[in-house]
C-alpha cells in the first residue's frame, strides 16, 4: 500500500510540507451534472426561474467557492489561485457543469476546481428547488489536471 502523505508514522493527520516543491504554472478541471426536468432547463434558459437568474449566481458562488477551498478543506493549503472558470453546457435533461482553476503554486488547484464545481451545483439547486423536486446532483469529478 502506498505510504498516505497526509499521516504521521503514528496515525496522526498532518498538512503536507510543500516548501521544498518548486512553483509551477498548475490547472486543474473539475465536471459535476445537474440532472434537471426538461422543463427547468427551459426556465433557465430564460432566466425565469422565481429565485432570477440562478446560473449567474450559482457562477459567482461557484468562484467564491474555490477562493475558499483551504477554509472549508482542513489540509488543503492556501493557494493564490490566477483564475477561476465556471461554465455551464445546457442539455435538454441535464446542466453539465465545468470549473477550470489555474494558479502558479507548489502544489495543485484539483480541490479548488472540485469545490467549485460541487458549490455550483448546490446553488443551482437550491435556485431550482421550488420548480423542480426531481433534481439530483452526479458526477462530480476531476476530469484532469496539469502542470507546467
Known amino acids: 500500500m502506498k505510504k498516505l502523505s497526509h499521516l504521521t508514522p503514528q496515525g496522526k493527520i498532518k498538512m503536507v510540507d510543500v516548501g521544498s516543491k518548486p512553483i509551477q504554472k498548475r490547472i486543474a478541471t473539475a465536471t459535476a451534472e445537474l440532472h434537471l426536468q426538461p422543463a427547468t432547463v427551459r426556465l433557465l434558459k430564460k432566466k425565469a426561474l422565481p429565485k432570477g437568474d440562478a446560473l449567474t449566481c ?16 482542513p489540509l488543503c493549503h492556501l493557494l493564490a489561485l490566477n483564475s477561476i472558470q465556471i461554465e455551464f453546457k445546457l442539455q435538454k435533461d441535464r446542466l453539465k457543469i465545468f470549473a477550470i482553476v489555474s494558479c502558479q503554486e507548489k502544489t495543485g488547484a484539483e480541490m479548488e476546481a472540485l469545490t467549485a464545481v460541487a458549490i455550483t451545483a448546490l446553488t443551482l439547486y437550491d435556485m ?19 502542470k507546467f
Open 58 to 73: 450559482a457562477q459567482v458562488a461557484g468562484i467564491q467557492a474555490a477562493k475558499k477551498t483551504s477554509e472549508l478543506i
Open 128 to 146: 431550482t428547488k421550488a420548480v423542480d423536486k426531481t433534481m439530483k446532483v452526479t458526477n462530480l469529478r476531476l476530469l484532469a489536471k496539469e
